[in-house]
């Protein structure tokens, strides 16, 4: 059974920094070769896609995010982070990571972050 869990939400100052973490477990080593990333959802508006790693290293960002947030992955520790630096009142959402694995795509429980402007 694979499971995500994620920590680091929370609420920070316009300018300011968060780093988001998303733990994963019952993927074993495929975790690393495995599609994975950061959704976001904002109260009122559809769940969008923040960045995302594919394979090993390769990988993506939304034009919004793009040089602020960082994605990275620990491999032997089986956890997906997201740097968050200069963040703004339009990066307040919930926060969701995903993995796909062998054919399905597994979801975190989501966690807040609110940006104060």
């Known amino acids: 059974q694979v499971q995500l869990v994620e920590s680091g939400g929370g609420l920070v100052q316009a300018g300011g920094s968060l780093k988001l973490a998303c733990a994963a477990s019952?993927?074993?080593?495929?975790?690393?070769?495995?599609?994975r990333g950061w959704y976001r959802q904002a109260p009122g508006k559809q769940r969008e896609l923040v960045a995302s790693?594919?394979?090993?290293?390769?990988?993506n960002y939304a034009d919004s995010v793009k040089r602020r947030f960082t994605i990275s992955s620990d491999n032997a520790a089986n956890t997906l982070y997201l740097q968050m630096n200069n963040v703004n009142p339009e990066d307040t959402a919930v926060y969701y990571c995903?993995?796909?694995?062998?054919?399905?795509?597994?979801w975190g429980q989501g966690t807040q972050v609110t940006v104060s402007s």
């Open positions: 019952g993927t074993g080593s495929t975790f690393s070769i495995s599609p």
């Open positions: 995903y993995i796909g694995w062998w054919g399905s795509t597994y």
């Open positions: 790693i594919s394979g090993r290293d390769s990988t």
